[in-house]
């Protein structure tokens, strides 16, 4: 990428955030539209209010002949519409609670089925209490087909059978069938088991396939104070083939995926919880969707979840039952890793290949280590950084020396390049090359090293916005490491930045720029492209990184600080560039034996120089 590409680039993104800047609204327009808007609102509202008291109003009356027909009249009526399902389709709704050291679970007569789950060690943002979800943001059930009608088991009013500390039934009558939907939620566990049982069925219900449809949604709700990254990058859906790989649905806009093989699990992930449901015998195939909303600081809801799942419940014969668990976890690693045969610690994104190696054999460990003796999570990152800096310092070291020697050359370089005009650029190149080999200097000495140290980088990227054990720890000023730190919030959104100052991100940013210049003064001369895309990276991470975990800024800024002292102290103490001439020196006096490789490169240099002449 050359020099005029660069600035190309430069002039088109400026030109946008100058456009975004120059078309949007005045302060009186914003005035006009909020008006304009609450006019809107209170025109619609006012519709909705009609049409809500009209409806009232038709049931009020439906209510009143109801009231005013006998109890014989009524029940035949309803058996009528609903056939033997017509003691089931009213009621009044009720619920029970039940609680263990971790989980508390509020399961309702309506649906037989969990209302809310809250993990009991946690809290939401806002000291809210911590719920994955909760009254009709969850429906869980089987649709069915009984008199002619469609019904859905999550809408039907069960009866309550059993109940005590750590288990509750409920049993839906249908004639003299029945389906039997029975909870256990064990001590100290994140597991609640379901048995779902039916008797005697055959003729009752019906469906248009082998296996029931088992439907289950939620509304996942925003639990983090970042809202931007939890919703558009940390919540996904996730599910497991039986015997196979776990695969995710993308977490951008909407996703939609027929799977035709069997399933063990399916799982809602949000950035630190997950909600996963497990069939111990398989789901006979699945039908998944994931709807992302647009997440603003507002939003209460950041996706809908839905997967529509095959249960191989044979209705037809006397009795039949299947078992599955809900698990309501926090994204740990050594948690979700101790379900070893279930693999939920695939859900946590640590990168694939050697970065997801990196997190989970040295990271994470070493880290882990740290936490057991120390309880500020800063200072953990700070020894975290030179740790990994003591194991590279090898590479760091061997890239220092290169560049060293890059400099001592510059001078005899730059004679190179006044003697040879540019108008003969393979003239040039030969004549370097053919310094870099007597003086015993590669180019791509200081780059091969700097190579090596990416896989940690991104490895780095990927584990500090996935741990939850950053999250509600608070380090300077930041409050929260596991979202981004603020020591501004503006009263309006900048495009591409956001709506708030991250300082993690501006020192981290500013220091990069620092540690360029300081570092591009031979590429400079070689690569002048190259040097203008390299200024251009700390700008673009200041846009990038705003939205991203204070954590994960603060260990990038550490790093780059760390990296600067150590290559001060290679400087004064390891470096002398006079020994370094003196050496290149006596390399350049040395016999060079020249490869098959270093051969056939000149030749074909002198081959295309004739052509150039020709």
Known sequence: MDKKTIWGLVLIFLIIVFFQWLNSPSKEEREKYRQEYEMRQAQKQHER???AALEQAVIEAQERAIAEMSDSAKMQMLQSKYGLLSEAAEGTEETIELKNDRLTLVF????????????????????????????????FGFAFIHNNRSYFTGDLYY?????????????LNIGDGQLRYSYLLPKESYEARLRI??????GKITNNGAALELEWTIHMPALEKGILYEGKYASSLFYKYSGGDVEELSSQGTQTEEVNMDVTWVAYKDQFFSTVLCAHDDFSGAQLKSVAHD?????LIIKDMSASMGVKLDYTQMQSQRDFSFYFLPNDYYLLESFEDKEFSAMLPLGWGIFGWINEYFIIPVFKYLESMISNYGIIILILTFIIKL??????????????????LKPQMEEINKKIPEDKPLERQQATMQLYKKAGVSPMGGCLP??????IIFAAFRFFPAAIEFRGQSFLWADDLSTYDSILDLPFSIPFYGSHVGLFCILLCVGQMIYTKSQMQMQSQQMPGMSMMMYLMPVMMLFFLNDYPAALNYYYFISLLVTILINEVIKRFFIDEEAILAQIEANKKKPIKKSRFQERYEQMLKEQQKKMNR
Do not use: C, W
């Not at 009866?159 to 049993?171: G, P």
């Not at 590479?395 to 560049?403: A, D, I, L, P, V």
């Open 295 to 299: 997440a603003d600081k507002d939003t």
């Open 450 to 455: 700097m190579l090596l140290q990416m896989p």
């Open 197 to 202: 049982e039916t008797k005697n069925l055959d």
């Open 159 to 171: 009866t309550l059978e059993s109940k005590n500390d750590s288990m509750v039934s409920y049993v």
């Open 108 to 139: 309702t007569n309506r649906g037989a089925r969990i209302k809310s789950a809250e993990l009991s060690e946690y809290k939401a943002y806002g000291d809210r209490p911590l719920r994955l979800f909760e009254g009709d943001d969850n429906t």
């Open 49 to 51: 209010d009609s049409l």
């Open 391 to 408: 194991i590279i310092f090898p590479f760091t070291f061997s890239s220092y020396k290169s560049q060293a020697k890059m400099r001592v």
